[in-house]
């Protein structure tokens, strides 16, 4: 490229073609663009999730010489721990009809989950903002969690607008009912991906009103 701002601009976000009659190559960790002849597609690989998600059509009266991609979701450690989920579950009955926050945080070194509960700058029914747990040089965040009290589970466009980063992110509603609800999708720089229907691939705990 002439311009070597563009050649640090490509390092960040590669793009690639999708092989007819290949696999993908390997990719180290990361974010990159693959071309395919059904869509256009981001790959992440980050020591907690393996995924390749779908994001643009082309033209249908465009051939293209590419091969064709399924989406995937893999996560390094299986599902979220029910265990987990039920800890932040009791955290928002307490905090409710507030909303609260916490995180469920990878460590990269040794595999282990854990859960923590988010500093709280306000809160009330309607909202709540709050900044996320101090983390180690070898951790992640995997699933930013916040509650909605006695409301349903939705993604509002306030959350829209601070999930940019790479992450999992869960909104539970009706916290104080036998049957809580909760929305789970997954968050890619701005780019959301509804994981309703991946449930049981995802969560390790008994559906809970959400539906695809």
């Known amino acids: 490229m002439a311009d070597p701002r563009d050649a640090v601009l490509l390092a960040a976000c590669p793009v690639i073609a999708a092989p007819r009659h290949g696999a993908l190559p390997s990719m180290s960790p990361g974010l990159r663009l693959v071309v395919a002849a059904n869509g256009v597609f981001v790959q992440v690989r980050l020591p907690w999730l393996d995924c390749l998600q779908r994001f ?16 995937w979701l893999r996560l390094s450690f299986g599902v979220i721990p029910a265990d987990l989920l039920r800890r932040f579950i009791a955290s928002a009955r307490y905090a409710a009809p ?21 500093e709280t700058v306000e809160a009330d029914r309607d909202h709540v903002v709050y900044r996320l747990p101090l983390l180690a040089a070898t951790e992640q965040v995997v699933l930013d969690l916040h509650s909605h009290g ?47 229907d991946q449930w049981d691939s995802v969560v390790g705990l008994t559906r809970l009103g959400c539906e695809p």
């Open 56 to 71: 643009g059509g082309i033209d249908s009266g465009l051939p293209v010489p590419y091969g064709a991609l399924s989406p």
């Open 98 to 118: 507030d909303e609260t926050a916490a995180a469920i945080i990878h460590d990269g070194r040794s595999g282990m989950l854990r859960v923590a509960t988010c």
């Open 150 to 196: 006695d409301a349903p589970a939705f993604f509002s466009a306030l959350g829209d607008a601070d999930d940019r980063a790479i992450k999992l992110c869960g909104v539970f509603g009706r916290v104080r009912s036998r049957h809580p609800e909760a929305r789970v999708r997954l968050a890619i720089n701005g780019l959301f991906i509804d994981l309703c």
